[in-house]
């Protein structure tokens, strides 16, 4: 399981369900590079085995962004 893959297990199912299918995969990836980009110690962890505490920050994090992007667009 790739990083990418582990940060976007950790979305709100709801989240996803709301974007469409052909948005999601783009939607996924750059969120994962922006974390990546802004938050590299943190995506570092998660190319190998994370920590509780690691997941609980990325769990807050990730969903936040889905949350913020989703109100901008009117999905939420």
Known sequence: MT????IIALVKPEYLKKIP?????HATNNTCKLIAREHP???AAFE???SDEQKQ???KLVNGI?????KKH???
Do not use: Q
């Open 48 to 50: 190998k085995d994370p």
């Open 21 to 25: 299918a052909i948005f999601r995969k």
């Open 57 to 59: 920050e990325m769990t």
């Open 3 to 6: 990083a990418n893959e582990k």
């Open 66 to 70: 889905f949350e913020e992007r989703m």
């Open 41 to 43: 110690d943190l995506y």
């Open 74 to 76: 009117s999905m939420l």
